[in-house]
């Protein structure tokens, strides 16, 4: 079973929505801390937000109030919902999974450090158009 793969892609207009999806493997979804990176050419890969078990997130400040991480535990799923996109959201964005399983209500979840996550998907490009 592939560990992450995401899904839900595309182009749209600025202003626009779209939500990506990741199916996780039992193994990869168990580590309690789940995460939505992005990287646009030329450019580092960034932290876009994150989840632990408990549901509690992180943002990114250029994402803050525009997108929404969330998670499915019954399906093993996590998305990502965009909204009010615009043209420097573009990127190839990728579904993460920790490295490790952190302490309950421990802080390590909180934060986009791409360091502490291990498990990778392929990545599902966005693109907006301005």
């Known amino acids: 079973q592939v560990p992450l793969v995401e899904s839900g892609g595309g182009s749209v207009q600025s202003g626009g929505s779209l939500r990506l999806s990741c199916a996780a493997s039992?193994?990869?979804?168990?580590?309690?801390?789940m995460a939505w990176f992005r990287q646009a050419p030329g450019k580092e890969r960034e932290g876009v937000a994150t989840?632990?078990?408990?549901?509690?997130?992180s943002y990114s400040d250029s994402v803050k109030g525009r997108f929404t991480i969330s998670q499915e535990n019954a399906k093993n799923m996590l998305y990502l919902q965009l909204n009010m996109l615009k043209s420097e959201d573009t990127a190839m964005y990728y579904c993460?999974?920790?490295?490790?399983?952190?302490?309950?209500?421990?802080?390590?979840?909180?934060?986009?450090?791409?360091?502490?996550?291990?498990?990778w998907g392929q990545g599902t490009q966005v693109t907006v158009s301005s």
């Open positions: 039992v193994i990869t979804y168990r580590r309690n801390c």
């Open positions: 993460a999974a920790a490295a490790v399983v952190p302490l309950p209500n421990s802080g390590y979840c909180l934060t986009q450090a791409t360091s502490r996550f291990a498990w």
């Open positions: 989840i632990d078990s408990a549901g509690r997130t």
